[in-house]
């Protein structure tokens, strides 16, 4: 969601890292091979480490190496956070160990994201550092995610050091990858979008002890004419609901109290099993789920928004009152352009039924600016829109042409310098929006799970179910419980208060 820029660092999970290896079977049909490894014989055990839950890919291909030491860096999206969750889950199950950085890291994987210009280039400064210290000799370094199936296997020509390019859609199939890099093959692609296939693993370790991720639907079948998604997540496909409530159930098992369930259309899931349940009863059975606290979903997509939905969050406390719902743009013109699929009155018209909720629901928005052939009236629109609707939070973008998009050329869109000065004066406007909206919480008490305590402050840090960040001064035994805070001041990003 938005524009935050995550940077995970795998930490070390103890009890996982000795879980068995799955041993994984023949080559899929995408994946492919050339020259292998220069080897240095005499580091290679003449037999194959007979170690507990160590086994050879086959006994017919000779070790080349074996990886026990990983390191994982993600960028972009939570679907992201996730998905190298789940590598990790992948990685622990095969034995291998996550260690604080990437020296002393035999697998170093960057999960990567393209959805704008300047996010696509972060993989490739990671990578010079490999080249010019060759600090990355004898490591296999792989990267994920979307700029992986986007430059698929140009990778190797740009970043040679690079041994492992695999995209999301293909990440069921890295058990066999490793597989292969560990038998010593160079260069390993996995970069087939042909799937129906979601990424299941059995151990998936969450970075964030409180809030645990659980993906619904992957890939997006919209044709967005500014997004990258499609060509690099691949096709929509959904999870069935009784997987989806059986990781629910085992995540409130393991302690987690909220929940946040993913898909890059979140609200496009349709149960493929036959219970047939449609979204907002899957929210409605995730939110019943004894034990739960909290349960958000992201990202939504206007279109395929319905009331139901509305519903479901009035019928259940423990749905959160927060509905992240990109609008992209306030003018009917642009969002035509985009190919959004709905007007500004029709999304207007979804706004107005999110707040006839008996809840006041928290609401949050994507903005691009700058998309070919937006004028200043069409941009007006879009600050029109913004003070229409009051968002709590607008995560706000210059657009940047991508590749393979409709709107690759480019054509007509302002000059960059005119975008920066319609994103400042968006970003001005919301600014003095949120400024009101939290300054009108002043007196109100607020349940908040504390998240984090920084002890040079002496405050503790906890999330209001409508996504608000509120400090208050605290211990460090508060992190982890849900508190009552009454808010005291109030800033444009975030809430002071004391605890009640
Ligand atoms: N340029 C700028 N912003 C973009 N987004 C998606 N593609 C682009 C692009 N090409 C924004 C949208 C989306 C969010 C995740 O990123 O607002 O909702």
């Given at each position: 969601?938005?524009?935050?820029?995550?940077?995970?660092?795998?930490?070390?999970?103890?009890?996982?890292?000795?879980?068995?290896?799955?041993?994984?079977?023949?080559?899929?049909?995408?994946?492919?091979?050339?020259?292998?490894?220069?080897?240095?014989?005499?580091?290679?055990?003449?037999?194959?480490?007979?170690?507990?839950?160590?086994?050879?890919?086959?006994?017919?291909?000779?070790?080349?190496?074996?990886?026990?030491?990983?390191?994982?860096?993600?960028?972009?999206?939570?679907?992201?956070?996730h998905d190298s969750e789940k590598v990790q889950g992948?990685?622990?199950?095969?034995?291998?160990?996550?260690?604080?950085?990437?020296?002393?890291?035999?697998?170093?994987?960057?999960?990567?994201?393209?959805?704008?210009?300047?996010?696509?280039?972060?993989?490739?400064?990671?990578?010079?550092?490999?080249?010019?210290?060759?600090?990355?000799?004898?490591?296999?370094?792989?990267?994920?995610?979307?700029?992986?199936?986007?430059?698929?296997?140009?990778?190797?020509?740009?970043?040679?050091?690079?041994?492992?390019?695999?995209?999301?859609?293909?990440?069921?199939?890295?058990?066999?990858?490793?597989?292969?890099?560990?038998?010593?093959?160079?260069?390993?692609?996995?970069?087939?979008?042909?799937?129906?296939?979601?990424?299941?693993?059995?151990?998936?370790?969450?970075?964030?002890?409180?809030?645990?991720?659980?993906?619904?639907?992957?890939?997006?079948?919209?044709?967005?004419?500014?997004?990258?998604?499609?060509?690099?997540?691949?096709?929509?496909?959904?999870?069935?609901?009784?997987?989806?409530?059986?990781?629910?159930?085992?995540?409130?098992?393991?302690?987690?109290?909220?929940?946040?369930?993913?898909?890059?259309?979140?609200?496009?899931?349709?149960?493929?099993?036959?219970?047939?349940?449609?979204?907002?009863?899957?929210?409605?059975?995730?939110?019943?789920?004894?034990?739960?606290?909290?349960?958000?979903?992201?990202?939504?997509?206007?279109?395929?928004?319905?009331?139901?939905?509305?519903?479901?969050?009035?019928?259940?406390?423990?749905?959160?009152?927060?509905?992240?719902?990109?609008?992209?743009?306030?003018?009917?013109?642009?969002?035509?352009?985009?190919?959004?699929?709905?007007?500004r009155e029709e999304y207007l018209e979804k706004i107005?039924?999110?707040?006839?909720?008996?809840?006041?629901?928290?609401?949050?928005?994507?903005?691009?600016?700058?998309?070919?052939?937006?004028?200043?009236?069409?941009?007006?629109?879009?600050?029109s829109l913004m003070k229409e609707v009051e968002y709590?939070?607008?995560?706000?973008?210059?657009?940047?042409?991508?590749?393979?998009?409709?709107?690759?050329?480019?054509?007509?869109?302002?000059?960059?310098?005119?975008?920066?000065?319609?994103?400042?004066?968006?970003?001005?406007?919301?600014?003095?929006?949120?400024?009101?909206?939290?300054?009108?919480?002043?007196?109100?008490?607020?349940?908040?799970?504390?998240?984090?305590?920084?002890?040079?402050?002496?405050?503790?840090?906890?999330?209001?179910?409508?996504?608000?960040?509120?400090?208050?001064?605290?211990?460090?035994?508060?992190?982890?419980?849900?508190?009552?805070?009454?808010?005291?001041?109030?800033?444009?990003?975030?809430?002071?208060?004391?605890?009640?």
């Amino acid at each position: 969601m938005g524009n935050e820029l995550v940077q995970l660092t795998v930490v070390n999970q103890p009890g996982l890292a000795g879980a068995p290896h799955s041993v994984s079977g023949a080559e899929g049909a995408d994946l492919c091979f050339s020259a292998p490894h220069p080897v240095n014989e005499s580091v290679l055990p003449s037999v194959i480490p007979a170690q507990a839950g160590i086994h050879p890919p086959s006994t017919t291909v000779p070790w080349a190496r074996r990886l026990r030491t990983f390191y994982i860096e993600t960028f972009g999206c939570q679907m992201n956070v996730h998905d190298s969750e789940k590598v990790q889950g992948v990685l622990l199950a095969r034995g291998m160990t996550p260690v604080e950085n990437h020296a002393q890291a035999d697998l170093v994987l960057y999960n990567t994201c393209s959805i704008r210009e300047k996010a696509a280039q972060k993989v490739f400064s990671r990578l010079g550092a490999f080249r010019k210290g060759s600090s990355g000799a004898g490591k296999v370094i792989g990267v994920l995610g979307c700029v992986a199936q986007q430059e698929g296997e140009r990778f190797f020509a740009r970043a040679p050091q690079v041994n492992l390019v695999c995209g999301s859609a293909s990440y069921p199939k890295l058990p066999q990858l490793l597989d292969q890099l560990e038998a010593g093959k160079r260069h390993v692609t996995g970069l087939s979008l042909d799937t129906d296939e979601c990424f299941e693993t059995e151990l998936t370790p969450r970075d964030n002890p409180f809030r645990a991720y659980l993906t619904i639907i992957e890939g997006c079948d919209q044709r967005c004419a500014f997004c990258v998604v499609p060509m690099t997540r691949g096709r929509q496909r959904s999870r069935a609901s009784e997987k989806i409530l059986a990781e629910a159930r085992r995540l409130v098992e393991d302690g987690y109290t909220e929940i946040q369930l993913l898909g890059q259309i979140v609200n496009a899931w349709q149960d493929p099993s036959p219970a047939r349940l449609s979204f907002a009863e899957l929210l409605s059975r995730v939110a019943e789920v004894p034990g739960i606290r909290r349960v958000r979903f992201t990202t939504s997509h206007p279109r395929f928004f319905s009331a139901d939905v509305v519903q479901a969050i009035d019928a259940h406390s423990t749905l959160c009152d927060q509905i992240h719902l990109p609008v992209q743009s306030g003018s009917t013109a642009v969002l035509a352009r985009m190919l959004r699929g709905y007007t500004r009155e029709e999304y207007l018209e979804k706004i107005r039924c999110i707040r006839k909720a008996r809840r006041a629901i928290s609401l949050s928005t994507d903005i691009i600016v700058g998309f070919c052939g937006e004028t200043r009236q069409d941009f007006e629109q879009t600050l029109s829109l913004m003070k229409e609707v009051e968002y709590d939070q607008v995560f706000s973008f210059k657009f940047s042409p991508r590749p393979n998009t409709l709107a690759e050329a480019n054509g007509d869109a302002p000059e960059e310098d005119e975008k920066g000065r319609r994103l400042a004066e968006l970003q001005e406007l919301q600014r003095q929006i949120q400024l009101r909206r939290n300054q009108a919480l002043l007196g109100e008490t607020i349940e908040v799970l504390v998240e984090a305590y920084q002890g040079r402050l002496g405050q503790a840090v906890g999330r209001s179910t409508t996504n608000r960040v509120i400090n208050f001064p605290g211990s460090p035994e508060d992190v982890g419980r849900y508190l009552a805070v009454k808010v005291t001041a109030a800033g444009p990003n975030s809430l002071v208060g004391v605890r009640e």
